[in-house]
């Protein structure tokens, strides 16, 4: 059973930055996805980063946001940098688990960690 466990979220007026982790235990991470949901919204996908360290951002946070890894401490991590109130909301970590042929066959979502940008 993989446990993702997010860490760092907070209150910060808009231009400031915080750093999201997303420790993970019970498995080796693979591919992991940073995901935001905001009050009256759906959850929306912000970040990935393979487990060859490729990434992917949502066009609104590119050049704002950066996803890494450490993978000798199984933590995926967000930067957040240049923050706007529009970023608020809750962020959680994602792990999903294909098959070979592509099925999706484990969904491991963290807890959330709420950030909160002040205008």
């Known amino acids: 059973q993989v446990q993702l466990a997010e860490s760092g979220g907070g209150l910060v007026q808009a231009g400031g930055s915080l750093r999201l982790s997303c420790q993970a235990s019970?498995?080796?991470?693979?591919?992991i996805g940073w995901y935001r949901q905001a009050p009256g919204q759906q959850r929306e996908l912000v970040a990935t980063?393979?487990?060859?360290?490729?990434?992917n951002y949502l066009d609104s946070v590119k050049g704002r946001f950066t996803i890494s890894r450490d993978n000798a401490k199984n933590t995926v991590y967000l930067q957040m940098n240049s923050l706007k109130p529009e970023d608020t909301a809750v962020y959680y970590c994602?792990?999903?688990?294909?098959?070979?042929?592509?099925?999706?066959?484990?969904?491991?979502w963290g807890q959330g960690t709420q950030v909160t940008v002040s205008s």
């Open positions: 994602n792990y999903k688990i294909y098959s070979t042929r592509g099925d999706l066959i484990a969904d491991y």
């Open positions: 019970g498995s080796t991470l693979g591919a």
């Open positions: 980063i393979s487990s060859g360290a490729s990434r």
